[in-house]
């Protein structure tokens, strides 16, 4: 609940509205969508990783957004490195875009875009590996990524986003003989969906590089994890 308080009070501190040109000579809502970052992950409750993510504008609203993420896992005192690797297509418009094609009564209502709605949808696969055991997960996984993105352009960006996706998770064999002969921990996918929810801070430190921090929650493994990262436009 504290996470939640603290994303409602950045959304709130970020500019809302701004000049038509900024800084950078953009447009308040000209958010780059053809880019390649990489992030420093920190968990409360693993080893510390590595992300690598990029994204390429499409026609109109949509882009494509790959990205590795290579961390740990704490489990029963055991570390435990997990690659996961996601690909999505995704699409974005302005509320006031939105608002504004809807007619009640024969009225066009106008609003003013504050921020834009993005959707992402795509597929995901990982592996687990430690000293024991290999876990190589070759099926694909459905993956969603919805969220508001708003801030300027031309300054400080932001994103408040909720990822739903299936995962593998550890589970140890309750099994009585291989109990008896300390059998493995094994992997599975869950049946429970894995739910991040999160926020992200984007400074736009000049037209092609730019800085970034967020944090997430994580349902699966009731972790919460720091990201800090960088990234270039293009």
């Known amino acids: 609940m504290k996470l939640l308080y603290f994303f409602l009070f950045v959304f709130l501190a ?30 409360n409750s693993a080893e510390n990783g590595l992300a690598i993510n990029s994204s390429f504008k499409l026609p109109g609203p949509l882009y494509l957004k790959f990205e590795r993420r290579g ?67 070759n099926n694909y996984e459905a993956h969603f990524v919805t969220g508001i993105h708003f801030g300027d352009s031309n300054d400080w960006e932001g994103k408040i986003f909720l ?25 599975e996918i869950s049946d429970d969906q894995n739910r991040r929810f999160g926020f992200e801070a984007i400074y736009n430190r000049g037209k092609y590089t730019a800085f970034t921090i967020g944090a997430s929650t994580n349902s699966l493994y009731d972790s919460t994890s720091l990201e800090i990262g960088f990234r270039v436009n293009l």
Not at 14 to 42: A, C, H, M, V, W
Not at 165 to 181: F, G, K, Q, Y
């Open 14 to 43: 970020f500019p809302i509205f701004s000049e038509e040109k900024g800084r950078l000579d953009r447009e308040q809502f000209d958010f780059r969508y053809t880019s390649i970052g990489i992030n420093f992950i920190n968990s």
């Open 71 to 137: 961390e740990g896992i704490d489990f029963e005192n055991e570390s435990i490195d997990k690659t996961t690797d996601s690909f999505r297509i995704g699409a974005h418009s302005g509320i006031g875009d939105i608002l504004s094609n809807i007619s009640a009564s024969g009225v066009n209502l106008s609003i003013k875009n504050i921020f834009e709605i993005y959707g992402e949808f795509g597929v995901k696969s990982w592996s687990v590996e430690n000293e024991n055991f290999d876990f190589d997960e």
């Open 163 to 187: 990822d739903v996706s299936s995962e593998a998770e550890p589970v140890i064999n309750d099994d009585v003989v291989c109990l008896e002969l300390d059998c493995p921990t094994i992997y």
